[in-house]
């Protein structure tokens, strides 16, 4: 049977509390650093031109059954032709992401910076929280939980017989670093360097292939199946109106 825990005021006041301070400080600091580390680089005005031409294509896709048959038609000649598509591809001119990035020393060392602003921060905080700080039981969660979330809220404390609503200070600490983008946002905007998450996703990707990305879009508006819809308005009107009338 889990047992309830009266936690103690220190607690609260020199281990919950300092530890969300300085994760919130931590995360304002490595943004700065990064924005200071980031280097300014000019966009590739052929890469800019394919992603408008993506989103000119998506465009067309959604608004397809807007406009005429004729219309439509003509539209999708022209992104798609195999001899001059703003979709088309040759095969020879295909680029391949990682050569890019290998052949770009500029791209490498801003990534090289962008994962050392995260590793060495996430490494130095938790040997100091892993130092000081383990082995507490910091907080409770006002909400019941199931046993499948012990190992992520009880990181560090060995016990069966606690509540599982009880969280320890290592896991308080993980909470914190991917649960503050929110937080993040409102002090630093939207476009911030401490997303934790998206970062380590990031981390195993080489960049942007805007041959695939041209590839798929110019098959998914091969594919589509153009419906008019202005010959149905009037119909749709005219039920419209009944159901209003009836």
Not at 3 to 21: M, N, Q
Not at 174 to 196: H, K, P, Q, V, Y
Not at 216 to 243: M, Y
Request: with cysteine; glycine share 6%.
């Amino acid at each position: 049977m889990a047992e309830d825990l009266v936690l103690d005021t220190a607690i609260r006041d020199w281990v919950l509390i300092p530890l969300s301070v300085v994760m919130v400080l931590i995360g304002i600091l490595r943004y700065f650093v990064s924005k200071l580390m980031r280097s300014s680089q000019v966009p590739d005005p052929k890469i800019v031109k394919e992603g408008q031409v993506i989103v000119r294509a998506r465009n067309l896709r959604a608004g397809a059954n807007f406009i005429s048959p004729k219309s439509f038609r003509a539209r999708r000649v022209y992104f798609c032709n195999e001899e001059n598509g703003l979709l088309h591809v040759p095969k020879g001119q295909a680029q391949n992401a990682q050569a890019q990035m290998f052949s770009d020393p500029n791209m490498a060392m801003d990534m090289m910076k962008k994962n050392l602003s995260m590793i060495i921060p996430q490494t130095l905080t938790f040997a100091w929280v892993n130092f000081f700080f383990s082995g507490f039981v910091a907080a409770k969660i006002p909400f019941p939980l199931t046993q499948r979330f012990r190992s992520m809220l009880q990181n560090g404390i060995d016990l069966s017989t606690v509540d599982v609503s009880y969280v320890s200070s290592r896991s308080w600490y993980f909470l914190n670093l991917f649960g503050l983008r929110g937080l993040f946002s409102l002090i630093l905007g939207e476009e911030n360097a401490t997303d934790d998450t998206q970062r380590m996703m990031q981390m195993s990707g080489f960049g942007f292939d805007p041959s695939k990305s041209l590839g798929a879009e110019k098959d998914s508006l091969d594919i589509i199946q153009h419906e008019w819809a202005l010959p149905k308005f009037e119909q749709r009107a005219e039920t419209v109106l009944k159901d209003l009338v009836g």
